[in-house]
């Protein structure tokens, strides 16, 4: 996986994390999509797709078949999000 790739994943999980908190229901794939625009630039439906069946596969996403709004973290993806913003407290420059 490229750096590049590993930094459109963690921007999907945080978002999709933020997004069911503050929601009470997971975000669209259009709406993953608008915060890597915002993010990177760019972000083609193909790339956002592909990033969430990677995520999947890592089973840090679920997708819940037959439903609108379908892809949810699971607890193995809020322990990664918490890692990482553990490592961002740990660090003077937030990185």
Same mark, same amino acid.
């Given at each position: 996986?490229?750096?590049?790739?590993?930094?459109?994943?963690? $921007?999907?999980?945080? *978002? $999709?994390? !933020?997004? !069911?908190? &503050?929601?009470?229901?997971?975000?669209?794939? /259009?709406?993953?999509? !608008?915060?890597?625009?915002? %993010? *990177?630039?760019?972000? &083609?439906?193909?790339?956002?797709? &592909?990033?969430?069946?990677? +995520?999947?596969?890592?089973? +840090?996403?679920?997708?819940?078949?037959?439903?609108? %709004?379908?892809?949810?973290?699971?607890?193995?993806?809020?322990? /990664? $999000?918490?890692?990482? !913003?553990?490592? +961002?407290?740990?660090? &003077?420059?937030?990185?």
């Amino acid at each position: 996986m490229t750096e590049k790739a590993e930094q459109r994943q963690r $921007v999907i999980l945080k *978002f $999709v994390a !933020q997004y !069911q908190d &503050s929601h009470d229901y997971p975000p669209s794939t /259009r709406e993953i999509q !608008q915060r890597l625009r915002q %993010r *990177f630039g760019r972000a &083609s439906t193909a790339t956002v797709y &592909s990033d969430i069946q990677e +995520l999947i596969q890592a089973g +840090l996403l679920r997708h819940r078949e037959s439903q609108r %709004r379908a892809t949810v973290i699971t607890g193995r993806g809020r322990e /990664r $999000v918490a890692a990482w !913003q553990r490592q +961002l407290e740990g660090t &003077s420059d937030g990185y």
